[in-house]
């Protein structure tokens, strides 16, 4: 099972400011994605990012989000100015080909104050 | 739109007893459907996936899941459950297209009894 590690566990944030938060996935790997789940509620898609782009977002994923692969090897969504409602765990997720499952990270729990 | 539905949101056996965790979708076509499961400030682990073939799927940890066109279900099962088995399980279907996102449920807790 391929690994994804996720930087940081936690982060504690005060509303507005930026907070970018990562993932290194340990292994070959083609499609990546953040999820999130708000405390209590379901697992959500952000979005996912194939070949340097993204190749879907949900409504979630508004203009205060970003994501990039700087160097090839991290994955890192940033959050430009956040909110209250932006606490929540975050999930970097990767798949490795036609057909196969989704690892994820350990996630990042995200609280904004 | 694709979704699922797991109806219980709290489950409680005792240690030793059977498990079966409820889970229904909707969706156009044949979904890739797989259970995860996350312990207390954990990560989403994966237990087991139906992607074509035999309906009845083995996964890790003695947990099974058989896929059920007709009902349109994924239930997970477990003969034995035991006390470690303490936590949430969420139900995924995702569209055969390669590389497309995951719909989750909205979990099911479950507490084992000793």
């Known amino acids: 099972e391929p690994e994804v590690t996720q930087t940081p566990s936690h982060q504690v944030t005060q509303m507005g400011q930026e907070v970018i938060l990562r993932c290194v996935p340990i292994s070959n790997h083609l499609y990546f994605y953040w999820y999130r789940q708000i405390l209590g509620q379901k697992v959500e898609f952000l979005v996912s990012f194939y070949n340097n782009e993204i190749s879907e977002k949900s409504e979630i994923f508004d203009d205060q989000f970003s994501v990039e692969r700087p160097d090839g090897s991290n994955f890192t969504l940033k959050i430009r100015s956040t909110k209250l409602e932006d606490s929540a765990m975050y999930f970097c997720?990767?798949?490795?080909?036609?057909?196969?499952?989704?690892?994820f990270g350990q996630g990042t729990r995200l609280t904004v104050v | 739109a694709q979704s699922v539905t797991q109806p219980d949101i709290h489950i409680t056996v005792s240690e030793g007893a059977s498990l079966e965790l409820r889970c229904n979708y909707s969706y156009g076509a044949t979904p890739y459907l797989f259970w995860y499961v996350q312990s207390p400030g954990q990560g989403l682990q994966l237990l087991l996936k139906y992607f074509s073939g035999d309906t009845l799927v083995q996964g890790i940890k003695g947990f099974e899941a058989e896929f059920k066109r007709s009902q349109s279900s994924f239930n997970l099962r477990k003969p034995s459950v035991h006390w470690s088995d303490a936590a949430e399980y969420f139900c995924?279907?995702?569209?055969?297209?390669?590389?497309?996102?995951?719909?989750f449920g909205a979990g099911t807790i479950l507490r084992v009894k000793s």
């Open positions: 995924a279907v995702g569209p055969m297209e390669y590389g497309n996102k995951l719909v």
């Open positions: 997720a990767i798949t490795q080909g036609e057909g196969t499952e989704a690892f």
